[in-house]
């Protein structure tokens, strides 16, 4: 792949953050059939994350947010008005290049999944924080004309990419492009030294087409936790125990394996129309200082928290009950976005959004590929 370097690079999950954005569920989005469950769900992931570090929560309306939080620490928290379609930050939110101290927000395109649920709102969410001054003055906000959520990548320090085929190369996201032209434009946009694709794994009730982030999950530059599905008898066996032999077939920029551990998996469960929805300890969130793992109340929370303990043995392992979330098929990486440190405005000063928005011409993202009318 002879691309020009352009010296930017993605950053992993684990380096030095400046705040975790959550979008704040309401009554016209799809937990309003359990709402009160949503609202107290998130306030938990809230009150976890400002113990060590700061909060932005996009929101409907700033008063009922705060009535619902209760007595917190505010100075941790930022809040901004934004209307939304849904609450999963993770596959609205900007995903931050970095070089030399400046940072660059891609704003890629979301459609719901490949064109499954509403995102109009959504889409716009990011451009809204440019507005609303939440960017440092040394980023730039680049929109990027390509169809790609933040819980289907997973980057480490090294410029390696860990992602699934099928949910990359999936209908309705950029499927007039070839897997090849995909993997292209996502070196090309990142800067990536390698891709590491897998070809197989899959939870049952998953609507993204397989995010990375339910499945696999760099933890450092050498090691990757996984779902591990000990049970023959479970839907999953085969599926995850291919994903575990693609995993073992990887090597790293150095031509070595990867320190694999494995997660457990949870057991089965349903939902009010007796449905298996997704849950999994791979949906964790790494912060400053803290791991925050979904919990399901049942004995498996229990191994999982200790699983990753020993991987970031300088952090604290936090289990949050995130029964609720799975109602919904997705878990506590998927309702967050983290953003390293020195994107947030710290001054508080007005920096014109026209100064912020780039433009990142599509020739130097596609230089093979002509765009079509759809972007």
């Keep these: 792949m002879n691309y020009k370097n352009n010296e930017y690079r993605a950053l992993a999950e684990w380096e030095r953050q400046s705040f975790v954005q959550l979008t704040w569920p309401h009554e016209d989005t799809d937990w309003n059939y ?8 998130f306030c938990d992931i809230a ?12 929101c409907q309306d700033e008063a009922e947010v705060r009535r619902q939080l209760g007595d917190v620490d505010y100075s941790k928290i930022i809040f901004t008005q934004i209307p939304s379609n849904d609450t999963w930050a993770r596959d609205h939110g900007g995903i931050t290049l970095v070089k030399d101290g400046r940072m660059k927000v891609c704003n890629f395109i979301f459609n719901g999944w490949g064109q499954k649920f509403a995102s109009d709102k959504d889409n716009q969410i990011t451009s809204e924080m440019v507005k609303k001054n939440l960017f440092s003055s040394e980023v730039d ?3 990027i004309p390509f169809v790609l959520e933040g819980g289907s990548v997973e980057f480490n320090t090294r410029g390696e990419l860990l992602s699934t085929y099928n949910c990359l190369n999936a209908p309705n996201r950029n499927n007039h492009f070839s897997g090849k032209q995909v993997e292209e434009i996502l070196t090309k946009i990142f800067n990536l030294k390698k891709v590491h694709w897998l070809y197989n794994g899959d939870l049952i009730g998953d609507d993204t087409d397989g995010h990375i982030d339910t499945l696999a999950r760099f933890c450092d530059d050498t090691t990757i ?18 994903m575990e032999d693609d995993l073992k077939a990887l090597r790293d920029i150095d031509g070595k394996p990867f320190n694999l551990v494995p997660l457990p998996m949870p057991d089965a469960v349903f939902d009010e129309n007796d449905e298996r929805i997704p849950a999994t300890y791979a949906n964790f969130l790494v912060i400053n200082g803290a791991v925050l793992v979904p919990t399901y109340n049942q004995k498996h929370d229990a191994d999982a928290i200790a699983v990753l303990q020993k991987v970031f043995k300088d952090r604290e392992v936090i289990g949050v009950d995130c029964q609720t ?7 506590l990486h998927c309702v967050t976005m983290q953003y390293p440190e020195g994107v947030l405005n710290e001054s508080g000063k007005t920096i014109p959004s026209t100064a912020k928005k780039k433009e990142w011409d599509s020739k130097d993202i596609f230089p093979e590929f ?6």
């Design 34 to 41: 359990i709402l009160d469950d949503a609202v107290r769900t």
């Design 47 to 58: 009150k976890a994350i400002i113990r060590f570090e700061k909060l932005v929560i996009v």
């Design 141 to 143: 906000v680049v929109d």
């Design 225 to 242: 936790a996984y779902v591990k599905c000990e049970d023959e008898k479970d839907d999953h066996y085969q599926w995850l125990k291919a």
């Design 325 to 331: 979330l799975i109602r919904q098929h997705g878990s």
């Design 370 to 375: 002509e765009m079509t009318s759809q972007f």
